[in-house]
């Protein structure tokens, strides 16, 4: 069984920045394609960003290109995603998962960029 647990978010500043953290427990992370979601209020979840297994590509929407960076770690189990240059458009609640959509949801976590 794979879980998901989410860390690292919070009330932060336009402009400022955060590193939000998914530990990942079972036996296959380093198999897994993971992705980062965000849910705002009123909208669907949707993919933020992604990384293969061993790191060595990667995709980000539009919306946070050249501000947001995943990235993880194999030996811990935990995929990071780097945020800079926040604006309020990124308040969301924060999630992680394999893109495949075979496994459940974590708690995700909450970020919110305001002054």
């Known amino acids: 069984q794979v879980e998901f647990v989410e860390s690292g978010g919070g009330p932060v500043q336009p402009g400022g920045s955060l590193r939000l953290s998914c530990a990942v427990s079972?036996?296959?992370?380093?198999?897994?394609?993971m992705g980062w979601y965000r849910q705002a209020p009123g909208k669907e979840r949707a993919l933020v960003a992604r990384?293969?297994?061993?790191?060595?590509?990667?995709y980000y929407a539009d919306s946070v290109k050249g501000r947001f960076a995943i990235s993880r770690d194999n030996v811990k189990n935990t995929v990071y995603l780097q945020m800079n240059n926040m604006k309020p458009e990124d308040t969301a609640v924060y999630y992680c998962?394999?893109?495949?959509?075979?496994?459940?949801w974590g708690q995700g976590t909450q970020v919110t960029v305001s002054s």
């Open positions: 998962n394999e893109i495949s959509g075979t496994y459940s």
């Open positions: 079972g036996s296959v992370f380093s198999a897994l394609i």
């Open positions: 990384i293969s297994p061993w790191g060595r590509s990667s």
